[in-house]
């Protein structure tokens, strides 16, 4: 497919199929196909291929892959064949065409007999560079339609045949021939002049354009093989008492295995010995890991973060959260509506009206008695002047130098298709940790007792915590080391389970954890204290009672701290026009304390994965055009759902592969940087298109008229081309 309207034409062959519902996608190239009675996919196949294009039947994400290439997919071996192939023709292309366009711009080139090598150069590039626009012209054709690809093709064709005329038949072969440099507008035959520059530029330009629309599509399935490769490779499951080292994907239902601290959980199942933390922020978004104690569930994917837990396997294979997740995520790319480019819907309309009035000036100059060449030259002119040099340019030179500048700012563009969503965009759904917080936890607060030195409470309650693996603990550790430097080390340390550490430091029995804990020890929070406590647990955060020698000193408060851009980002996204709205696992105290942080009046809480794309789907549904802001995987069906993804650098690479923008810095601030960036660069392309079809459509009449001296042509072409790249540098000054 090359165009929008190819999407349409197979998707209306498909429909046509008694019992087929069929969506054909053109940014993913894929068609989603519901079909009932006696229709195979193989029947469907042969319809894609009987309207003129191939097709073949999905590889699964993952599938096993035989061979030296194991490593690779079969859809990435395609798409890079595809790739290089593309890039191959434009290189050649781009060598040959140069000196062409060089030669027929600059007088002082034009030796004797420049004009045969022209010839020589720009014939390859029209015929064999030009192949992909011609088969796709002829394939428009047999279906009665017409793209700028049939523009691209019949004006190049037409350059390039009216060029052999005037040079074997014409007087455009004589040793001497230069391109005249007056623009006068006169009645000429044509069979003194050569239009190579024309045919060989606009075919270099165009390969470049579809060379960076390949490369930002080509990353479209990424996305399911990173999230599928999270899963863990290998497991130690338990049989006959030992334990032996198997594939993931060989685990079979109800088998048990060992999950070792720091390991992947191998696939969804139940706790059935030991307790542990796991880490479900990739699922939940929740930034506190989760205790599990026999008869808890686990997800395949998480991280264990604690103790040595035993696992019966109650899901594996496809029917794992995790392959769930996959599924929505290939669903939400497959369903996002295809942009249909602003060249191609012009070219509905200007295509057939150019080869309308490049006819109507054949007939009518050979109606007043005219001679054919004139007539001829009239109506190759229309054709010429019609296929834009400029059109060429308008969308990759912008997109060339947004992008550009986008990643000087820490933007990086996937593609043209992206930059028409945020002109639209009115809903900004931003997912909370990692996001608008550092999705790390930190160590926000120390309430003290009466008599008590803060430092002394980092001190001991950081060497205590710091025998411990529980993540909690770590964030206490690492910050109580930095503001206090070496923690001491802990004699006696044991962890109770559930509850807490303790430990004995510099000759202090220590106790750290759950205020039931301090309790066990006689050890009960004054009311300060407890009210330090509350306050904390009713704000979502997570508090840590500290006591020792028999007393309780002190209340520790670990969160998830909001990044300190954040406020002033909603702002920023406020000031464009755009409603914020905080969407998070965690739960409603949690993201309510940190929507009032940063000036977020909308909040959408305790969801899972599968709920963020519905969140999003039903504020779609509700005439909003969505923009989503995550890090993490939970986030990645979400920012392929959304209209507009933008992925935070600093977040997982299944996030980053399923959105359209991908902010660097892992700074929010970047996030409305993004959307002006993107929003000036459409614009750019727009006024670049208008300025290109403007051109064009002015200069038709006269060509038309038989006045359009090629010089002038020529002129028009190179201006018009000037015009679109200085347009578009002026990307380059966004701040």
């Known amino acids: 497919m090359t165009c929008a309207s190819c999407a349409n034409r197979i998707e209306r062959k498909l429909n046509k199929v008694d019992g087929v519902t069929a969506s054909v996608n053109f940014a993913t190239e894929k068609a989603s196909v519901e079909y009932t009675g006696t229709v195979t996919p193989q029947e469907l196949v042969t319809v894609v291929e009987s309207a003129g ?19 690779e997919h079969p859809a990435d071996r395609s798409a890079d064949r595809e790739l290089a192939a593309l890039r191959t023709r434009l290189v050649v292309s781009a060598v040959l065409a140069v000196p062409v366009i060089a030669m027929a711009m600059v007088p002082a080139l034009q030796f004797d007999y420049w004009q045969w090598l022209s010839l020589t150069l720009a014939a390859p590039v029209v015929i064999w560079g030009g192949l992909p626009f011609h088969r796709a012209a002829w394939t428009n054709l047999k279906h009665g339609a017409a793209t700028m690809d049939t523009l691209i093709s019949m004006g190049t064709t037409a350059a390039l045949a009216w060029s052999v005329y005037a040079l074997f038949l014409g007087t455009a072969g004589e040793p001497g021939m230069s391109h005249p440099f007056e623009l006068t507008v006169s009645r000429t035959d044509g069979s003194s002049n050569i239009y190579l520059e024309v045919g060989a530029g ?50 079979a239902v109800d088998d048990v ?56 396997a109650t899901r594996v294979g496809s029917d794992t959260q995790l ?60 054709l010429i002047i019609a296929c834009p040099c400029a059109l060429g340019l308008a ?15 820490g933007i990086l563009i996937k593609g043209p298709e992206v930059l028409e969503s945020t002109r639209k965009v009115d809903t900004v759904v931003l997912d909370k940790t990692g996001t608008v917080t550092t999705g790390q936890m930190t160590l926000v607060d120390v309430v003290v007792a009466d008599g008590v030195a803060r430092d002394d409470v980092l001190r001991l309650a950081g060497a205590v915590e710091d025998a411990s693996e529980h993540p909690i603990a770590n964030a206490i550790a690492k910050d109580a080391a930095q503001q206090v430097g070496q923690l001491p080390s802990v004699e006696s340390f044991s962890n109770v389970e559930g509850l807490g550490v303790q430990g ?9 954890g759950r205020e039931q804990l301090l309790a066990d020890w006689g050890q009960h929070l004054d009311p300060a204290l407890k009210a330090a406590k509350t306050a904390a647990e009713q704000a979502g955060h997570t508090a840590v009672a500290v006591g020792w020698d028999g007393r309780a000193r002190a209340v520790l408060v670990v969160a998830d701290a909001v990044k300190p851009t954040s406020a002033e980002a909603v702002r920023q996204l406020r000031a464009l026009g755009l409603t914020p709205v905080l969407l998070t696992g965690d739960n409603e105290a949690v993201a309510r304390t940190v929507a009032a942080e940063v000036g977020i009046d909308e909040v959408i809480a305790e969801v899972l994965p599968k709920d963020k794309v519905d969140v999003v789907k039903r504020l779609q549904s509700d005439g909003k055009v969505v923009a989503m802001v995550g890090d993490g995987i939970n986030d990645a069906a ?29 700074d929010l601030r970047a996030a ?31 060509a038309a008229a038989g006045l359009l001296n090629p010089m002038l042509a020529g002129a028009a072409m190179a201006f018009s081309s000037v015009s679109v790249v200085a347009n578009s540098l002026r990307l380059q000054r966004f701040r």
């Open 53 to 71: 294009y191939q097709a073949s039947l999905p590889v699964r994400p993952d599938a096993p892959v035989d061979g030296d290439h194991a490593e």
């Open 202 to 251: 606009v075919i270099t330009f165009i390969l470049l354009g579809r060379y960076f629309e390949a490369r930002s599509k080509r990353r479209a399935g990424s996305a399911l093989r990173a999230l599928l490769e999270l899963g863990a490779k290998e497991v130690s499951v338990l049989r006959d008492g030992h334990e032996v080292r198997v594939g993931a994907d060989q685990l």
């Open 257 to 312: 295995f060992v999950v070792r601290p720091g390991e992947k959980v191998a696939t969804d199942g139940v706790v059935v010995d030991g307790s542990s933390a796991v880490d479900e922020s990739m699922l939940t978004g929740e930034s506190v890991p989760v205790e599990v104690r026999p008869g808890d569930r686990v997800v395949g994917a998480t991280v264990n973060a604690g103790g040595r837990i035993v696992v019966r």
């Open 323 to 382: 392959a769930q997740m996959a599924t929505l995520v290939e669903e939400a790319q497959a369903g996002k509506a295809a942009i249909q480019r602003l060249a191609d819907r012009v070219s509905g309309v200007f295509v057939p009206v150019a080869i309308a009035v490049a006819v109507g000036a054949l007939g009518f100059w050979l109606g007043t008695g005219d001679p054919p060449a004139v007539a001829f030259t009239a109506s190759v002119a229309v």
């Open 395 to 409: 969308t990759p030179v912008a997109l060339l130098v947004g992008t550009g500048r986008g990643a000087q700012m």
């Open 504 to 512: 004995v430091v510099d000759g202090h029995a220590v106790v750290a």
């Open 638 to 666: 979400a920012l392929a759902q959304a209209d507009l993804g933008l992925a935070m650098g600093t977040g997982t690479d299944v996030a980053i592969e399923a959105s359209d923008l991908t902010l660097v810095r892992g």
């Open 672 to 702: 409305p940087d993004a959307i002006r960036l993107s929003r000036s660069t459409l614009w750019t392309i727009k006024t670049n298109l208008v300025w290109a079809f403007g051109y064009n459509t002015l200069a038709i009449p006269i």
